[in-house]
């Protein structure tokens, strides 16, 4: 198993554009959200999703899209980047109720976003 | 806002040494997580406490959790330099999948 893959895992941009933050697990995972990690402050919920076609925002959703069309994949949209968005991008999943308060969570290896 | 709070910041030890680091949340919880961050990698999952427990181990690792103070320690004993790492701990409300994370307590295990 891949576990939970993160593309890219580098990536540099304007202030204004848009782009897209792919996660895909392959652990049939039922819960998935994304998290932005800043020096000191830890790793800060952004948004997430229990299922297909559910989602939800989590602690800093403005700036931020996503859908889930498919239990597999979870992509975060920046609309407009701003240089606030500049941090560390996480994707985790995990299982429901009780195989995820044994397992926990799984996370991806990161995409490290600079916007200028 | 964060949940969880790790004390302290930055930990340095000799290898062999015990490291200890703490956890201290704001409302009730189901269970609390600790997890483990390589430079530039993501987090490993480590141990779940769930808030009917006490004290659990897993390896050279051990948790304890004081519901009544809303605290958690992570003890790792016999410390390697493979150990050097940031430590999270994270909490989980009843009923809700949000983890909330703590800013990490940020290791070093000296050779």
């Known amino acids: 198993n891949a576990g939970v893959t993160q593309t890219p895992k580098f990536q540099v941009l304007k202030t204004g554009q848009s782009m897209t933050l792919q996660c895909a697990q392959d652990?049939?995972?039922?819960?998935m959200s994304w998290y932005r990690q800043d020096p000191g402050m830890g790793l800060r919920l952004i948004h997430y999703s229990v299922g297909a076609g559910i989602t939800d925002q989590g602690e800093v959703p403005n700036g931020y899209n996503v859908s889930r069309s498919t239990t597999e994949d979870f992509p975060l949209r920046l609309l407009s980047a701003a240089p606030s968005q500049t941090s560390v991008y996480f994707c985790?999943?995990?299982?429901?109720?009780?195989?995820?308060?044994?397992?926990?969570?799984?996370f991806g290896s990161g995409t490290r976003l600079t916007v200028v | 806002s964060q949940q969880g709070e790790e004390d302290p910041q930055a930990l340095s030890i000799q290898e062999g040494e015990n490291a200890t680091m703490n956890c201290s949340y704001k409302t009730s919880i189901n269970n609390l997580q600790w997890y483990r961050q390589n430079s530039g990698r993501g987090l490993v999952h480590l141990i779940l406490i769930r808030s009917n427990e006490r004290e659990k181990h897993s390896g050279r690792l051990r948790v304890t959790l004081d519901t009544s103070k809303k605290s958690s320690s992570l003890l790792i004993t016999a410390s390697r330099a493979a150990d050097t790492a940031s430590y999270f701990c994270a909490t989980a409300r009843r009923g809700d999948y949000k983890l909330s994370f703590g800013a990490g307590t940020t290791v070093t295990v000296r050779a």
């Open positions: 652990m049939n995972h039922e819960y």
């Open positions: 985790a999943s995990s299982y429901s109720s009780g195989d995820r308060e044994r397992n926990g969570y799984t």
